[in-house]
């Protein structure tokens, strides 16, 4: 059964740091491109990082460049997503995917997708 499972959301102050992870089952993770997406009460889901299956190329939103590094662990089949100086704005639930080819920012260009965690900046 091909699964992917986020966890590390949290409550979390303003500059304060979370790691997500991407846990893959059934399936081997490096032969995908991860996204991360994330979603907002009464918002759009939006694309946030990639990783690409090809060369291991990221790219970021640019709300979240220089804050939020991707990265990933092929022996435990798990992407991750660093997030530091976590501000307010970035209050969503956080969605990871896969597809078959380059990084994308369309939701619709993704296939499987994980149940999301939810993470709250707040002070």
Do not use: H
Not at 17 to 45: K, M, N, V
């Amino acid at each position: 059964q091909v699964q992917l499972v986020e966890s590390g959301g949290g409550l979390v102050q303003p500059g304060g740091s979370l790691r997500l992870s991407c846990a893959a089952s059934g399936f081997t993770l490096d032969y995908y491109t991860i996204g991360w997406f994330r979603q907002a009460p009464g918002r759009e889901r939006e694309g946030v990082s990639c990783i690409a299956s090809s060369d291991g190329s990221t790219y970021y939103a640019d709300s979240v460049k220089g804050r939020f590094t991707i990265s990933r662990d092929n022996a435990k089949n798990t992407v991750y997503l660093q997030m530091n100086s976590l501000k307010p704005e970035d209050t969503a639930v956080y969605y990871c995917a896969t597809r078959g080819d380059l990084c994308s920012w369309y939701r619709q260009d993704f296939g499987s997708w994980g149940q999301g965690t939810q993470v709250t900046v707040s002070s």
